[in-house]
């Protein structure tokens, strides 16, 4: 956030000139939630955008460019505010863009306030607040058509008069009012005189606030600070204002606003009640005459819908029905699109194989680079169908009812509502989980949604899960309704779902402890998606992960692959050419794989399950286990191809595998006692079930966090955790006959 040598060089906004220089003019868009900021921000900029975090916070920012009249024009999309009066470093961004400090920002040359023709009282607080930064302004006003509906009118130009600033009308979906609005932001930023009215604060009030700017420190250029952080580091007292020009200025700045304060509170009641009578009271005056609204004849559509969507019982049937379906969409849906990309990345990997002589080169590639790839792109299904079904349900403004439901559960363990939905795609996978948690405005409750969303069974273990199942939980049932194989399978899905509460809430009442935010959520009314959004939704979240994370993940798959495949043995090589040389041609494959093997026990991966074997005993594994184990940290379903790699079975092995299945329970120790039981089964698949081995997700955690520090402690507790219950299980299990 700001810092002492940033806040000293606020950059100011210079108008390119008009002989061609070829900077592009830049406008902020800003609005409060559900107002369809970013459905706007899209059509405006399209394709064009892209996205990046905010300089020294988490926040993601959406940057597109569009042209008017061959303008070049940046955007930027601010997060969704109803204030500028910031509470914490996420709600400090808008400002800190607003008023350009901060590293590599720069003040816009306009701003475009989007504004709900709905709620025109609540949005016109913030607007309010844009106009005191002195910045050119345009008004871009939508839900025209719900407020007809709702039976508003307003007169649009006596609104213009009074604001003092462009109001258009825009339909966004629609492409109504585009045009319009582009040459209102267009002649602003090249001059055009706006002149919003000023609100009315009290004298008193406003004599403090310009005796205040004189006694703060100036910036090195000698300018004051801008009016309106001076405002706030009066009326929000201890806010985020005052805690970041303290860091940059020092305690001097905290001495001169207490005083200043302190002489206030003699003169006027609490200044945060000042600042709110004032606005409303300005925006009363403002929509005095200019709105107005007939009455309309019984409930509203959205009130009559929301009598069975909010309901107690009928609305969480139906929410449970939506959630049944996004689960299924995510984990079915996007099977036959994974299906078709793996066996394209197998069938690249198999001609590109063939084209290149046996050696590290082509193993580097096939293995390596392509296997990496795929490792990347197969997530690819899962992460539209999940933005196409959150962007509808999001937009249609069910998202908002469901969060409403489920706010109760949540809260028993310091979350919101909001917190549900990234935690139930999180099943599927939770790289479009951590995804989803964007959506939840306060930022301690969404970073632990995200350090717990790995804890959620993702589709990525059932593969583990039905393998050592099937193998070593007999095919019993219990009191001859349930089965033993899938009363294990449901409880390994159970153990995530258990084990998260009680995780969120340590994390809610130590690391991420912070004063109860209340959670005030808006019922926008219904409508039908955009499925012009839903569509750049999942084209922007799919090359996105794409882009960021899936340079980590192939990074981290090349690693592991060099791990497993160096040091190379001549002599292993040697023996079993010589082998092929005189061996039927039937059993060249097998040969083939049993090298392998051998290679692979003997290489640096090799040599760690090696080391690390007396850590894994007590969880009743072998050295080879461990090997796998340490060989699937870029996807835990790698686990399985390392045991058939292992075992001279070949990476192909899978999980429906009878060889693969055979081999590992004729296993032995060196004592003759067998190394897989049902205890060690147990305890593989539970360590598999809280433990966070998942390139794609911590890669995704730090893209989301803007920080490796969450990553890393969510690595660190969770592998902890999976040793201690697997620890647990086998001990417990082996003692009590599960040997």
């Known amino acids: 956030?700001?810092?002492?040598?940033?806040?000293?060089?606020?950059?100011?906004?210079?108008?390119?000139?008009?002989?061609?220089?070829?900077?592009?003019?830049?406008?902020?868009?800003?609005?409060?939630?559900?107002?369809?900021?970013?459905?706007?921000?899209?059509?405006?900029?399209?394709l064009s955008q892209h996205t990046g975090n905010y300089p020294g916070v988490t926040v993601e920012s959406?940057?597109?460019?569009?042209?008017?009249?061959?303008?070049?024009?940046?955007?930027?999309?601010?997060?969704?505010?109803?204030?500028?009066?910031?509470?914490?470093?996420?709600?400090?961004?808008?400002?800190?863009?607003?008023?350009?400090?901060?590293?590599?920002?720069?003040?816009?040359?306009a701003v475009l306030c989007v504004v709900d023709a709905t709620h025109l009282d609540r949005n016109l607080y913030l607007l309010t607040q844009v106009f005191e930064t002195g910045l050119p302004v345009v008004v871009a006003l939508t839900m025209m058509?719900?407020?007809?509906?709702?039976?508003?009118?307003?007169?649009?130009?006596?609104?213009?008069?009074?604001?003092?600033?462009?109001?258009?009308?825009?339909?966004?979906?629609?492409?109504?009012?585009?045009?319009e609005l582009e040459q209102a932001v267009l002649e602003v930023m090249r001059g055009a005189s706006a002149r919003p009215r000023a609100v009315p604060f009290p004298s008193v009030f406003v004599e403090s606030v310009a005796r205040l700017r004189e006694a703060l420190p100036r910036d090195r250029d000698g300018e004051l600070l801008p009016r309106y952080l001076v405002e706030r580091l009066l009326i929000d007292g201890g806010g985020y204002v005052e805690q970041s020009l303290l860091q940059a200025f020092g305690p001097e700045v905290v001495r001169v606003a207490a005083a200043t304060r302190a002489e206030l509170a003699t003169k006027l009641p609490p200044l945060p009640r000042v600042e709110v009578e004032a606005r409303y009271r300005w925006i009363e005056s403002v929509l005095q005459g200019a709105t107005r609204r007939r009455p309309l004849a019984g409930e509203s559509l959205t009130d009559r819908v929301d009598h069975v969507v909010t309901h107690k019982i009928w609305g969480s049937l139906l929410f449970l029905f939506a959630m049944a379906t996004t689960f299924q969409a995510i984990f079915t849906w996007a099977v036959p699109f994974m299906d078709v990309i793996d066996g394209v990345m197998q069938t690249v990997g198999s001609v590109v194989g063939a084209a290149l002589r046996e050696g590290p080169l082509r193993s580097l590639v096939v293995d390596g680079v392509i296997g990496g790839v795929g490792g990347v792109v197969v997530f690819i299904p899962q992460i539209a169908i999940l933005f196409a079904l959150i962007t509808i349900l999001e937009d249609s403004g069910y998202m908002a009812r469901a969060a409403f439901l489920m706010d109760r559960v949540m809260a028993g363990f310091g979350l919101s509502g909001r917190s549900f939905i990234p935690l139930l795609s999180s099943f599927?996978?939770?790289?479009?989980?951590?995804?989803?948690?964007?959506?939840?405005?306060?930022?301690?409750?969404?970073?632990?949604?995200?350090?717990?969303?790995?804890?959620?069974?993702?589709?990525?273990?059932?593969?583990?899960?039905?393998?050592?199942?099937?193998?070593?939980?007999?095919?019993?049932?219990?009191?001859?309704?349930?089965?033993?194989?899938?009363?294990?399978?449901?409880?390994?899905?159970?153990?995530?779902?258990v084990v998260a509460p009680p995780v969120a809430l340590l994390l809610k009442r130590t690391t991420l402890r912070g004063p109860a935010v209340p959670f005030l959520l808006e019922l926008p009314?219904?409508?039908?998606?955009?499925?012009?959004?839903v569509f750049f939704r999942m084209y922007d979240r799919s090359w996105a992960f794409v882009r960021r994370a899936g340079t980590i993940i192939l990074a981290t798959t090349i690693l592991v692959w060099a791990l497993s495949y160096y040091p190379r043995s001549e002599a292993i090589r040697a023996d079993y050419a010589a082998q092929r040389a005189t061996a039927p041609s039937a059993d060249v494959d097998a040969l083939d794989a049993a090298e392998a093997g051998e290679q692979l026990r003997q290489s640096y991966l090799g040599r760690a399950g090696h080391f690390i074997e007396p850590l894994v005993e007590p969880l009743g594994w072998d050295w080879k286990i461990g090997m796998a184990v340490i060989a699937s940290f870029p996807a835990r379903e790698v686990v399985i191809a390392a045991l058939g790699t292992i075992y001279n079975l070949g990476s192909g092995a899978s999980e429906e595998s009878v060889e693969l299945r055979e081999t590992m329970r004729a296993e032995r120790r060196p004592d003759g006692s067998p190394v897989y039981t049902p205890a060690v089964a147990i305890s593989i698949m539970v360590f598999f079930a809280l433990c966070c081995q998942c390139a794609a997700t911590l890669a995704?955690?730090?893209?989301?966090?803007?920080?490796?520090?969450?990553?890393?402690?969510?690595?660190?507790?969770?592998?902890?955790?999976?040793?201690?219950?697997?620890?647990a299980v086998y001990q417990i299990g082996s003692r009590l006959g599960g040997t």
């Open 62 to 109: 959406a940057l597109g460019e569009f042209a008017i009249d061959g303008q070049r024009v940046r955007a930027i999309d601010l997060p969704g505010s109803y204030s500028l009066a910031p509470r914490a470093p996420d709600e400090m961004v808008a400002v800190e863009v607003l008023l350009g400090w901060g590293a590599d920002v720069a003040p816009p040359d």
């Open 1 to 46: 956030m700001l810092s002492p040598t940033e806040t000293a060089a606020p950059r100011r906004s210079s108008h390119p000139p008009q002989g061609g220089n070829p900077r592009p003019w830049t406008v902020a868009v800003i609005g409060n939630p559900n107002t369809g900021k970013t459905t706007l921000f899209n059509v405006l900029t399209g």
């Open 525 to 533: 009314p219904y409508k039908f998606p955009s499925w012009r959004v």
């Open 145 to 179: 058509d719900v407020a007809r509906r709702q039976g508003i009118e307003i007169d649009l130009d006596l609104l213009r008069e009074r604001l003092g600033v462009a109001v258009v009308p825009v339909h966004a979906t629609r492409r109504v009012g585009i045009r």
């Open 700 to 727: 995704t955690m730090r893209r989301e966090t803007g920080t490796w520090r969450y990553p890393v402690f969510a690595f660190a507790y969770m592998t902890s955790l999976a040793y201690v219950a697997a620890f």
């Open 428 to 497: 599927a996978c939770a790289v479009p989980g951590i995804m989803a948690a964007r959506s939840i405005e306060n930022p301690r409750d969404r970073i632990a949604t995200i350090l717990i969303a790995p804890l959620m069974s993702c589709s990525a273990r059932l593969p583990v899960y039905v393998l050592f199942i099937s193998a070593f939980v007999p095919a019993q049932t219990i009191g001859g309704l349930i089965g033993l194989q899938g009363l294990t399978l449901f409880s390994m899905y159970m153990i995530g779902i």
